[in-house]
């Protein structure tokens, strides 16, 4: 096919309407789970606990942006493994970081 | 792995970005845990050299409500802003699948919208923390709110997600401008969208992060 019947051959397909519904769906879970943290801050006094929910409701949101708008969660599951696998090393990074920290600060 | 070339590069990028955030804000995390914490209740709270600042009590300033506390309502806008503009995004990808070039051209120009409405709150937040409330304000050297490294972080933090927002409105704009006159009809595709699209939400995502790590904790 040569590039000219390409362009002639474009149609435009109608909005997927599930798919569109799908995604304002996450947008409203990330706002929410937003509004929790906001909660959660005003309500709660600062604490090992607190910083826990931060967090875990953090991983919350990361996991919708990058399976649901970056589409991740639908590719090949090698594609997948090979993006999220190499984040295991920050986890082991913060755990050293912020204990090697914490005792700068005793000595 | 089932994904174009271009896609995939896209992907190892944004990996690498990570790690680059990553040391960022876990060497924040680091510094942090090094110095003391305030003790004490949340209300009696004080700016001082001696402990770590609360993050709420120092952002808690909104436009045109000078003299209000509003601790973190205006990161709480931003935050949202960023997320309605990686919806718009992806609304735009979803277009791009379908070839409509109007509804492409639709959802990139809200999306170069919210980036930029993002672009000038930060400015404006900046200014305020650099400005201060009478207070001296803060700069590299020196910080009203607290040990002078906070304020290194958060020049050097939200400086550098800044740095990436803008990069990526220019990168939508780009796109934009391409789709506008017609370049991904006449290829036959609009993986760019797609592409450009992974990095302007991987944008969104570090900011979730720094909106927890910096503001929230």
Known sequence: MSSEENTNAIEVQPVDKAKVRHLLKVMWILAGVTVIEFIFAFTMDRSFVLVSIFVLLTIVKAFYIVSEFMHLGHEVKSLMYSIVLPMLFVVWLIIALIYEGSMLHTY | MKVSYGKLMMWFFLVSDAFTFSGLLVSYGMVRASHPAYEGATKDFVFSQEYWPIPEKVFDAFPFFHGHSWPLAFVGLMTFILILSSVTMVLAVEAGHRRDRKAVEKWMLWTIIG????????????????????????????????????????????????????????????IYYRTVTGLYDRRGHYEMVEKVGLYWHFVDLVWVFVFTFFYLV
């Open chain 2, 115 to 174: 980036g930029l409405t993002f672009l000038g709150c930060q400015a404006w937040e900046w200014t305020h923390f650099i400005v201060g409330d009478g207070g001296g304000g803060a700069s590299l050297t020196a910080n009203q709110y607290g040990p002078i490294a906070f304020a290194d972080f958060f020049f050097f933090i939200t400086g550098f997600h800044g740095t990436h927002v803008f990069s990526g409105v220019v990168l939508n704009f780009i």
